[in-house]
């Protein structure tokens, strides 16, 4: 993150004079936000901010830990690594253990922030942060009487080593990016006939044209209409679907909407209004670039419009 830091601290960092350094710990759990820093005894730094871009939570009560806090060293680097540090707390009563440990979550997180108190002991603004991440499984070391509790928290990047989740096809990129149709053939290449080698005027019908009927539609919200689409192949026939008329093949293509939110279709070739406003719908079949070349596409397209 950008570090825009007052001029305060700028000289703090470049002076010889007597300062005192202090980190700063926000934990966010499942049931409560801790806010801690290396210091002793209660602090609420009320600000205001110099940066208003500044993160450091003003107004808060920290609440100081003294030496039975550490944390690890928190490694800067130039590289796209996810660096690590690891928080720990020591002098934890035996009975407490098992709500500390329950109230760790994989989706709460730990932000450090390193901050500079002047010669009169006011804090000098505004704290730095130093790391951001997602909190780990804690450790434990119960040595009978007190215990010793680590966290490792986790730095964003770690998020670049799990699978996306993603399924890769036409409808689960209608989620991220409606409208867009780079994978409405997905679902089409199971079953797929591919031509090899390239058909020619004398082999295999393959798809020349295709067209759209009607090419407009006007429909209310709720409202349906069925949309043809017909492929025509370069030996003179055609085949048109839903109805199945036509003596061509059976041709594999794809119809999507431009915009799901205004209107959708379904592989029975039904447009259903979802709200008011224009969209288009579009048929996509592979084809040849002329007899015999290389594999291309026809599009046809019939423009839709949903009143109220």
């Known amino acids: 993150m950008p570090r825009s830091l007052s001029p305060t601290f700028l000289a703090q960092l470049g002076s010889s004079g007597s300062s005192s350094p202090a980190l700063f ?5 499942a049931n409560e936000t801790l806010y801690l820093w290396s210091g002793l005894g209660p602090l609420t730094p009320a600000g205001p901010a110099f940066n208003p871009l500044s993160a450091f939570p003003y107004g808060q009560t920290w609440t100081g830990l003294g030496w ?3 944390i690890s060293a928190i490694p800067q680097t130039t590289k796209i690594q996810a660096q690590s540090v690891t928080l720990s707390l020591s002098g934890i009563p035996s009975q407490l253990l098992t709500d500390t440990i329950g109230q760790v979550r994989i989706t709460g997180t730990a932000t450090v922030f390193l ?6 002991g006011a804090l000098i603004l505004d704290p730095i942060q130093l790391f951001y991440g997602a909190l780990d499984v804690p450790t434990l070391d119960d040595s009978g009487q007190t215990s010793t509790i680590s966290i490792t928290a986790e730095n964003p990047l770690l998020s670049l080593n799990e699978a996306p989740d993603r399924r890769f096809d036409d409808l689960d990129q209608q989620i991220y990016v409606p409208g867009d149709l780079g994978f409405s053939f997905v679902d089409a290449l199971p079953n797929l006939a591919l031509f090899w080698p390239a058909p020619t005027s004398w082999g295999t019908p393959y798809p020349t044209s295709i067209t759209m009927s009607p090419t407009s539609v006007d429909i209310a919200v709720g ?22 008329t036509g003596s061509g093949p059976h041709w594999i293509g794809s119809v999507a909407s431009t915009n799901p939110r205004v209107a959708v279709v379904d592989a029975a ?11 288009s719908l579009m ?6 670039s002329g007899g ?8 046809a397209a ?3 419009i949903v009143h109220s």
């Open 292 to 299: 015999g070349g290389p594999m291309a596409e026809n599009r």
């Open 223 to 244: 409202g349906t209409a069925t949309i043809e689409v017909t492929v025509h192949y370069n030996d003179g026939s055609s085949y048109t679907r839903p109805a199945g």
């Open 68 to 70: 039975l806090g550490k």
């Open 25 to 29: 710990v926000v934990l966010a759990f």
């Open 302 to 304: 019939c423009s839709i």
């Open 269 to 279: 070739g039904v447009v259903t209004g979802i709200a008011p406003g224009t969209c």
């Open 115 to 120: 901050g500079f108190f002047d010669s009169t």
């Open 283 to 288: 048929a996509r079949t592979p084809t040849f």
